[in-house]
């Protein structure tokens, strides 16, 4: 059976990449290191215009990806996809506590500093991801470190404070967009006591952080960002009433020597971890709805950490998972094309090589293959799937 499926799999990749000329560019003789910039090159793994980025430039959105330096380091293929294919880089790790500042006081831009500079030698978009989060169903990923979670809360507090500063100051003017909070809310719409929240034991920790960012850096577009919120419930009802209030707050900043009030909030990053097998579409007209009404506070939407799980057996899905997983990215992307407050989309991971849900097989048991290229880079049924709707 499974034999049965991983030969039907590899026989429809092999039959699309032939369909659209999926291969390696015979052109393509420099080495990779040296990426001509401008035009890049699509010579070595197998990329094929149009790319992703060039479709969804016409369409006004910016296609985007999770990035780690390492997953790079002996994978060449990794950067060089990457930067074809996508328009928009975000740090995937380098901005999170644990690798930012692991120990209290004690900074380490390395990672973020590798993402922002791709970035600009690429003229890329650059997003840094969450600020402050503190995942309780994930505390074994120790991303708020020991030491820091064992502060005094007046002291973790203000190290949030000089955190969030300490960043900002840092990617001024080169990050375009900053999810400032992360999973502030459980699945009911109630605050998570988390380690943040212990600070205020309030939403105030949440103001405090968008305040320190606005502050930091005034040019940079502030989100809110949270998962499992894409349709009207509980939590997104949560959530919005939160952006809300983020966005009737003001504070005062100085933009080119003039003092001007601004929201403390620009944006909603709806994370979007979907899955993609049978019976598992999501409901599209809710989502809609939903995306509508927080436009409609005024504040751009984003889908953030965009991927797609499918029933998986030893790694490999079904014909029919693939197709039904082409189409939860087909709709996804389209109901960001059809909100103008859209800015576009972010794929957290672009290779089934390389993403958080086969990082974590546990996390996801029985789930994988969640993003739009094959572990060689070959494009999947689900590229198609974006592809089509940015055409
Ligand atoms: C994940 C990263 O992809 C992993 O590499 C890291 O080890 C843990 O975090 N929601 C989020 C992201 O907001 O930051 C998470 O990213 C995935 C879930």
Same mark, same amino acid.
């Given at each position: 059976?499974?034999?049965? *499926?991983?030969?039907?799999?590899?026989?429809?990749?092999?039959?699309?990449? +032939?369909?659209?000329?999926?291969t390696a560019d015979p052109e393509g003789?420099?080495?990779? %290191?040296?990426?001509?910039?401008?035009?890049?090159h699509h010579g070595q793994c197998g990329v094929t215009?149009?790319?992703?980025?060039?479709?969804?430039?016409?369409?006004?959105? %910016?296609?985007?990806?999770?990035?780690?330096?390492?997953?790079?380091?002996?994978?060449?293929?990794?950067?060089?996809?990457?930067?074809?294919?996508?328009?928009?880089?975000?740090?995937?790790?380098?901005?999170?506590?644990?690798?930012?500042?692991?120990?209290?006081?004690?900074?380490?831009?390395?990672? #973020?500093?590798?993402?922002?500079?791709? #970035? /600009?030698?690429?003229?890329? =978009?650059?997003?840094?991801?969450?600020?402050?989060?503190?995942?309780?169903?994930?505390?074994?990923?120790?991303?708020?470190?020991? #030491?820091?979670?064992?502060?005094?809360?007046?002291?973790?507090?203000?190290?949030?404070?000089?955190?969030?500063?300490?960043?900002?100051?840092?990617?001024?003017?080169?990050?375009?967009?900053?999810?400032?909070?992360?999973?502030?809310?459980?699945?009911?719409?109630?605050?998570?006591?988390?380690?943040?929240?212990?600070?205020?034991?309030?939403?105030?920790?949440?103001?405090?952080?968008?305040?320190?960012?606005?502050?930091?850096?005034?040019?940079?577009?502030?989100?809110?960002?949270?998962?499992?919120?894409?349709?009207?419930?509980?939590? *997104?009802?949560?959530?919005?009433?939160?952006?809300?209030?983020?966005?009737? %707050?003001?504070?005062?900043?100085?933009?080119?020597?003039?003092?001007?009030?601004?929201?403390? +909030?620009?944006?909603?990053?709806?994370?979007?971890?979907?899955?993609? &097998?049978?019976?598992?579409?999501?409901?599209?007209? =809710? +989502?809609?709805?939903?995306?509508?009404?927080?436009?409609?506070?005024?504040?751009?939407?984003?889908?953030?950490?965009?991927?797609?799980?499918?029933?998986?057996?030893?790694?490999?899905?079904?014909?029919? =998972?693939?197709?039904?997983?082409?189409?939860?990215?087909?709709?996804?992307?389209?109901?960001?094309?059809?909100?103008?407050?859209?800015?576009?989309?972010?794929?957290? &991971?672009?290779? =089934?090589?390389?993403?958080?849900?086969?990082?974590?097989?546990?996390?996801?048991? &029985?789930? &994988? /293959?969640?993003?739009?290229?094959?572990?060689?880079?070959?494009?999947?049924?689900?590229?198609?799937?974006?592809?089509?709707?940015?055409?």
């Open positions: 059976m499974l034999a049965r *499926s991983a030969l039907v799999v590899a026989s429809v990749v092999t039959a699309l990449s +032939i369909l659209s000329g999926c003789s420099s080495p990779v %290191t040296a990426v001509a910039d401008p035009p890049e215009d149009p790319t992703l980025a060039q479709l969804a430039k016409p369409r006004g959105k %910016t296609i985007g990806t999770a990035y780690r330096s390492t997953y790079a380091q002996n994978d060449p293929c990794y950067r060089e996809v990457a930067l074809a294919e996508f328009d928009s880089l975000t740090t995937e790790i380098g901005t999170m506590m644990n690798t930012v500042q692991p120990e209290p006081g004690v900074f380490d831009f390395r990672e #973020a500093d590798a993402v922002a500079d791709l #970035a /600009a030698q690429h003229h890329k =978009d650059f997003q840094i991801h969450s600020l402050i989060w503190d995942p309780l169903d994930q505390l074994q990923w120790e991303i708020v470190p020991s #030491a820091i979670r064992a502060m005094a809360p007046d002291r973790r507090h203000q190290l949030m404070i000089d955190s969030i500063t300490t960043v900002m100051k840092r990617y001024a003017g080169r990050a375009s967009t900053v999810t400032v909070v992360n999973e502030a809310f459980d699945q009911v719409g109630h605050l998570q006591p988390n380690a943040w929240w212990d600070t205020t034991h309030n939403d105030e920790y949440i103001f405090d952080a968008f305040r320190a960012a606005r502050l930091a850096d005034p040019t940079a577009e502030l989100y809110y960002n949270d998962h499992s919120a894409e349709t009207n419930s509980d939590k *997104s009802n949560a959530i919005y009433d939160l952006v809300k209030r983020l966005r009737d %707050t003001t504070v005062e900043v100085d933009v080119n020597g003039q003092t001007v009030a601004r929201p403390l +909030i620009d944006g909603m990053g709806f994370q979007g971890h979907m899955l993609g &097998g049978a019976d598992q579409q999501p409901n599209i007209s =809710d +989502i809609e709805s939903n995306v509508q009404r927080f436009a409609a506070l005024g504040v751009d939407v984003r889908f953030t950490e965009l991927d797609v799980r499918v029933p998986v057996l030893n790694g490999v899905a079904t014909v029919a =998972d693939l197709d039904r997983q082409r189409l939860v990215y087909n709709m996804m992307t389209q109901v960001c094309l059809n909100q103008p407050r859209c800015t576009g989309l972010t794929l957290w &991971g672009f290779t =089934d090589k390389r993403s958080w849900i086969t990082d974590y097989p546990d996390s996801f048991s &029985g789930y &994988g /293959a969640a993003t739009p290229l094959t572990d060689d880079y070959r494009r999947k049924p689900a590229w198609k799937g974006i592809a089509d709707a940015l055409r």
